[in-house]
């Protein structure tokens, strides 16, 4: 397969450099003609004649040769340039509710997830992943429509999609991912859970298949076994004459979190911890405690039911870790891992006990937040706390395989990051929930203001990230949050965001 790959790519660099090579011929054409009509601009004559003289090619000979330098340009022309350039192929693996701090390589004692151990730490970490938020309860669906679309869910709120509310979903005309990849040269594979996502861009993707039932592969005790299989599937079965762009979009480790009890086996019970910024019940009315996360534990939360959550998440993220695993098992064996960059990233995290919360329906890092790896060609290791949101992937992966970053939308692409050519990205965050709920986040701090209840809270990201110690009425403090209004205002209005923010009084 490796060698019709490699046959196929040298026919297209065949046709490439005929085309360049007519190209030129023409031109020379095209210029001795100029010279010709226009011999008294010595200037012209001058810039061209050296070279173009001492060709081969005389004047009349290329004025012979056009209908033929036409039509060998069109035959060569026949593939479009950026399909000629060998570009990695890109797997990227997405999970659904899985927390950035749930890694093994990256510090957690009780998780086993030696298929991501391997990415980090061989490729790099980006520890300040964010989902911008959501305009729905279930935050997967403006999560994943953002990432694939490279846009704030503000920018579609007037969208009346065929089936669905207004403002739910992205439209599917681009620039979206599986057309800029497309674009590009890729054969564009999705796989994915079926509820809650980006359906309209999805349909872009070549392939374009779906679990027939989220729940039940949930439950099936193999989390993550479906779409891998499937993906394994499609690798063997492919022609190989493109690269390929897959896009697994996995439902798991959402709940409900069923594992094989082999998995249940080897997770260590006793090491089970609550979360440090655990708490019986959030402190204040945050304007969704009723919402169906945060109805899968009675409150006050039980610690014993929250450590038996945390006993399912990590051996669901085993087996999906597992089965990840074999995805790229099957590329190492068909010789193509050392071609394909990996991205992993999840739609967003899960407060599973933290700050008294279950769901994704909070500004808390531990909902936002995003697990972020990327390995492959050209990826080097290492880590970074630059500032970013899951729709910069989209342009981030554009650059990364040398097509162009789309225009004209939000996302921007961190590459640079990743080269280590800067440390930084973007200035600061905007975060958003609902009407109830918007965060800024900067690199030094974090300001949630709940507008409904009229509640702030400022966090010191630096001394406190688990975000336990409100400094809001701390008097010191009084310029570092108007500073953050003001920050939070600006990027409201850059994103089209129109919630009053009933922001206390200075
Ligand atoms: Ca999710």
Redesign the pocket.
């Known amino acids: 397969m490796d060698l019709i790959r490699r046959n196929g790519l040298n026919s297209m660099y065949i046709r490439r450099v005929v085309y360049n090579q007519a190209k030129k011929v023409l031109r020379f054409k095209m210029i001795s003609d100029r010279i010709r009509l226009d011999d008294t601009s010595n200037k012209q004559a001058e810039r061209f004649s050296p070279e173009m003289i001492s060709s081969t090619m005389t004047k009349s000979l290329a004025g012979k040769l056009v209908p033929a330098i036409l039509i060998v340009m069109a035959w060569a022309w026949e593939l479009p340039a950026e399909a000629v350039a060998p570009r990695p192929n890109v797997l990227f693996l997405f999970a659904?509710?899985m927390r950035a701090d749930t890694i093994a390589a990256l510090g957690d004692k009780v998780a086993k997830t030696p298929t991501l151990d391997a990415l980090v730490q061989r490729g790099f970490t980006m520890k300040n992943a964010y989902c911008m938020g959501g305009n729905s309860g279930a935050?997967?669906t403006p999560?994943r429509n953002m990432m694939l679309s490279g846009n704030a869910y503000f920018r579609w709120k007037d969208f009346k999609p065929p089936q669905g509310q207004k403002g739910a979903i992205s439209p599917g005309d681009g620039p979206n991912f599986p057309l800029s990849m497309a674009a590009a040269g890729y054969e564009t594979f999705h796989h994915g859970k079926r509820g809650?996502t980006a359906p309209l861009i999805q349909a872009k993707f070549e392939h374009n298949k779906y679990l027939e039932n989220d729940q039940t592969e949930r439950k099936t005790g193999e989390p993550g076994k479906v779409i891998a299989d499937s993906a394994i599937d499609f690798l063997k079965t492919r022609s190989n004459q493109k690269p390929f762009f897959m896009y697994l979009a996995f439902g798991n480790p959402?709940d409900p979190r069923v594992a094989d009890k082999k998995y249940l086996d080897q997770i260590d019970a006793s090491k089970i911890e609550l979360p440090a910024n655990f708490l019986p019940q959030h402190p204040f009315d945050n304007g969704d405690l009723k919402v169906r996360d945060e109805q899968l534990a009675p409150t006050p939360r039980p610690p014993d039911v929250i450590k038996q959550q945390w006993h399912e998440y990590y051996a669901v993220q085993m087996a999906f870790d597992h089965h990840m695993g074999r995805i790229l098992d099957h590329l190492k064996a068909s010789d193509q891992l050392d071609n394909t960059l990996i991205v992993f990233s999840?739609?967003?995290g899960?407060a599973l006990g933290s700050h008294g919360l279950l769901g994704?329906q909070n500004l808390y890092d531990p909902s936002m937040k995003s697990p972020l790896i990327f390995a492959g060609p050209g990826v080097p290791k290492g880590q970074s706390d630059a500032l970013l949101y899951l729709f910069d992937i989209y342009p981030t992966v554009c650059e990364l395989v040398g097509s162009e970053a789309p225009k004209g939308i939000d996302g921007r692409s961190f590459a640079s990051v990743i080269s280590g050519k800067s440390t930084k990205h973007r200035e600061a965050l905007l975060l958003a929930y609902l009407k109830v709920q918007r965060a800024v986040v900067t690199p030094h701090d974090k300001l949630i203001q709940y507008p409904k209840v009229r509640i702030t809270q400022l966090f010191n990201r630096k001394t406190d990230p688990l975000e336990m110690k409100n400094l809001f009425e701390d008097p010191d403090e009084f310029d570092r949050w108007q500073d953050l209004f003001r920050k939070m205002e600006d990027l409201q209005d850059k994103f089209g965001d129109d919630l009053p923010l009933n922001r206390p009084m200075n």
């Open positions: 659904d509710d935050v997967c999560s809650n959402h999840a739609d967003q899960v994704k």
